[in-house]
């Protein structure tokens, strides 16, 4: 007889798939052998045509090839997109997640963020790219339909001010916020670094972080509900060698994102951070070869990551279902981070 605890997790998954409830066994309800060899049909006249012959009801779930994504697409077919990553097909879209949200993504114009940007609004958001490049921009529209986007230098602490402004009145409201901007900056010894590299890698990578999260936090406070990812990186944690001024910036991210996220983790409002590896976007133009070819030396799966990959734990942590956790660090690094 199955476990009713892995039941309970089992019908999770299925209703999370397929987007309808699974029947559940009414209150004082006592699993028997009888109940599991029972031939009754679920009770739930919501479920699509097909479900009661793939799910059992009292066995437990008993999914073709015991493969939830293909269970899933073979009830409802077209509820679970896929895009294929390294050969491979994963399921990318969950109908409706972000229904009736909005959200800012800094440097959403390319790359992660724009795989983000995609996403939410596959999934039933509204979005707003803030990015430095209004060419980009207008690119990224034509990518994502109904974008809504603000040129703006994060590295501005006014501009941010006035672009947050600016969306909140496009929008209606912010209730995610992702920090993709960034910058590398020179790849050089820390010696080598001229000031004004340094400062301007720190600008943005940093303090445009800071700029836009105080600029948002109020305004989520007040709509008593807020999801807050900034990017950081796995140079952030270990420190990439001719990198000083990344490495710098984005462990300083880590540090703001476990600070702010403590001072509102009685709120609604959760901070969180990812620390990826490298991933092949545009920002590699910015990099030497030699230090691409480092990075990828000490990545144990051999490969850089996929933005897709990325976006798809961002959208998690931009998402209501993670409300239990705040001022965390997510690694998605392909086995580099040692902690």
Not at 126 to 141: G, L, M, N
Not at 207 to 222: Q, R
Not at 231 to 260: C, D, F, H, R
Not at 283 to 288: A, N, S, V, W, Y
Request: hydrophobic letters at 40%.
């Amino acid at each position: 007889m199955a476990n009713p605890v892995t039941l309970s997790y089992s019908r999770a998954i299925a209703e999370r798939l397929t987007g309808h409830p699974i029947w559940r066994k009414p209150p004082g309800w006592q699993w028997s052998k009888r109940c599991a060899s029972s031939s009754r049909e679920p009770r739930s006249s919501a479920l699509p045509p097909g479900l009661a012959q793939t799910i059992d009801p009292y066995a437990g779930l008993n999914l073709p090839g015991r493969d939830l994504t293909v269970a899933a697409e073979a009830i409802m077919p077209g509820r679970s997109s896929q895009v294929r990553t390294r050969g491979k097909q994963m399921p990318m879209s969950f109908a409706g997640r972000f229904s009736g949200r909005s959200a800012v993504i800094t440097g959403g114009a390319s790359g992660i963020g724009l795989a983000v940007a995609q996403r939410i609004v596959d999934e039933g958001g509204r979005v707003s790219v803030w990015d430095r490049d209004p060419t980009q921009i207008e690119q990224a529209k034509t990518v994502v339909p109904g974008l809504h986007g603000v040129t703006v230098d994060v590295a501005d602490a006014a501009g941010v001010d006035i672009a947050a402004a600016r969306t909140i009145e496009a929008l209606g409201g912010v209730d995610i916020l992702v920090t993709s901007a960034a910058i590398t900056g020179p790849n050089m010894t820390t010696w080598s670094y001229s000031a004004e590299d340094w400062q301007r890698v720190i600008d943005i990578n940093i303090n445009g972080v800071f700029y836009c999260n105080k600029a948002l936090v109020p305004h989520m406070l007040d709509r008593n509900y807020g999801r807050i990812v900034n990017i950081a990186s796995i140079a952030g944690k270990e420190g990439n060698p001719n990198a000083s001024a990344y490495s710098t910036s984005k462990a300083a991210v880590i540090g703001l994102t476990k600070s702010l996220g403590k001072e509102l983790a009685k709120t609604k409002v959760t901070v969180n951070c990812v620390t990826p590896a490298a991933v092949r976007t545009a920002i590699f133009k910015q990099m030497r070869q030699e230090h691409i070819d480092f990075m990828l030396s000490k990545i144990p799966m051999a490969r850089f990551g996929e933005v897709e990959e990325v976006a798809a734990l961002i959208c998690w942590i931009a998402s209501e279902e993670c409300s239990f956790t705040t001022a965390a660090v997510f690694d998605v690094s392909g086995g580099r981070a040692t902690y």
